[in-house]
């Protein structure tokens, strides 16, 4: 297992040399690397270009699914909310991580901390307002009409 740990901050420590954020992520199955992908924010305007997510996007394309059950994630820090959103969505149980949230905030790099902590507050103390404008009855029109 530290062997996919030590790649994950390998790739890392290879993307900050070369100009990107010092992030890399390995996604394995049954023993083996079934993706890797390192944060891509340097190379073009996708702000969910994180490693995890570029991973998660390569091995859900290769096999055309979205269910990453029995995959499981190492990375190079702790998981930002979307990459671990991304987890919950397809199916990841398990994450091993290196460096923390904090330890990142403490770098400078302290998005992950800021929305960690902000979703932790009531919906209406959260920095991103969320207001909802249509009537229940219209969302539940939408889901019907989906489920037909």
């Known amino acids: 297992m530290s062997f996919f740990l030590e790649r994950?901050?390998?790739?890392?420590?290879?993307?900050?040399?070369?100009?990107?954020?010092?992030?890399?992520?390995?996604?394995?199955k049954n023993g083996r690397?079934?993706?890797?992908?390192?944060?891509?924010?340097?190379?073009?305007?996708?702000?969910?270009?994180h490693a995890e997510m570029e991973a998660i996007r390569s091995v859900q394309q290769e096999h055309k699914t979205y269910?990453?059950?029995?995959?499981?994630?190492?990375?190079?820090?702790?998981?930002?909310?979307?990459?671990?959103?991304?987890?919950?969505?397809t199916g990841i149980e398990t994450v091993y991580y290196a460096g923390t949230v904090e330890e990142a905030a403490a770098a400078?790099?302290?998005?992950?901390?800021i929305i960690y902590d902000d979703l932790q507050k009531p919906k209406q103390a959260r920095k991103v307002s969320m207001i909802q404008m249509l009537k229940k009855e219209s969302q539940e029109d939408l889901i019907q009409r989906w489920n037909r």
């Not at 901050?9 to 100009?19: K, M």
């Not at 269910?67 to 969505?89: I, K, N, R, V, W």
């Not at 400078?108 to 901390?113: E, N, T, W």
Request: charge should be negative.
């Open 33 to 49: 690397i079934a993706a890797e992908g390192v944060n891509e924010l340097h190379r073009g305007y996708d702000v969910s270009a």
């Open 108 to 113: 400078g790099l302290d998005l992950s901390k």
């Open 67 to 89: 269910d990453l059950s029995g995959y499981t994630m190492y990375a190079s820090g702790e998981p930002c909310p979307m990459c671990l959103s991304a987890m919950y969505f």
């Open 8 to 28: 994950a901050v390998e790739l890392a420590l290879r993307n900050a040399e070369e100009g990107g954020r010092p992030f890399g992520a390995v996604l394995v």
